[in-house]
Each structure stands twice: as structure tokens, then as C-alpha cells.
């Protein structure tokens, strides 16, 4: 069992920067692999980026791909996500998830914070 607590989403200008955290509960975090998905208003959730247990891997959706680094602290029970150059159509609830699986398959995570809210404004 895995519970997930997101902070750090705000109201942002566009190219601004911003990084969120995933605070995990367990002895078994390291185990896991870690995603952020967002889901913006009258879309369905996507997938953003994931990172593998060993944080060896890492996979980054094409419309984040080279502004959006995820990463996480195993010590810390944590995974960031850093975004860069954001822009108005990043706004969306993100949310952290966890799942025992390949990191890169949005049907391997089955634990979800209650997500975080960024406003990216032009």
C-alpha cells in the first residue's frame, strides 16, 4: 500500500518554471514505479512522464518531452517533476501515481494522490 500527497502546483505565466513534489508513505517505495499523469478540464487524464524503480528509466510524453525532467529521492520516498518553458496548454490537475510495472505503461499504476492543480496563464 502506497499513499501519494502532491504540492507545488500555483498559478504560473507562461515560460515560467516549476517543480512538483510526491510525498510516499511506505517501507516499500523504492519498489515502485513513479508517474505523473494531468488531466486537464473536459480532457481525459494522460500520461506526462514516468521513472523507473531503479531510476535508472525514464519516459516523458511528446508535448513534455525536453521542458519536463521527473526524478525521484528513494531516500526520501519522493519523485519531482520539473517543468520548464510552461506553457498555457499545461494547465491541468497533476497527479503523482505508483505501480509495480514497467514505468512506461500507463495501466501499471494503481495508487494516486489527490493531484495539484497548475495554472499556466499567456
Known amino acids: 500500500q502506497v499513499q501519494l500527497v502532491e504540492s507545488g502546483g500555483k498559478l504560473v505565466q507562461a515560460g515560467d518554471s516549476l517543480r512538483l513534489s510526491c510525498a510516499a508513505s511506505?517501507?516499500?517505495?523504492?519498489?515502485?514505479?513513479m508517474g505523473w499523469f494531468r488531466q486537464a478540464p473536459g480532457k481525459e487524464r494522460e500520461f506526462v512522464a514516468g521513472?523507473?524503480?531503479?531510476?535508472?528509466?525514464?519516459t516523458y510524453a511528446d508535448s513534455v518531452k525536453g521542458r519536463f525532467t521527473i526524478s525521484r529521492d528513494n531516500a526520501e520516498n519522493t519523485v519531482y517533476l520539473q517543468m520548464n518553458s510552461l506553457k498555457p496548454e499545461d494547465t491541468a490537475v497533476y497527479y503523482c501515481?505508483?505501480?509495480?510495472?514497467?514505468?512506461?505503461?500507463?495501466?501499471?499504476?494503481?495508487?494516486w494522490g489527490q493531484g495539484t492543480q497548475v495554472t499556466v496563464s499567456s
Open positions: 501515481a505508483a505501480g509495480r510495472g514497467r514505468h512506461d505503461l500507463a495501466t501499471t499504476y494503481n495508487y
Open positions: 511506505g517501507r516499500t517505495f523504492s519498489s515502485y514505479a
Open positions: 521513472i523507473s524503480w531503479s531510476v535508472v528509466l525514464t
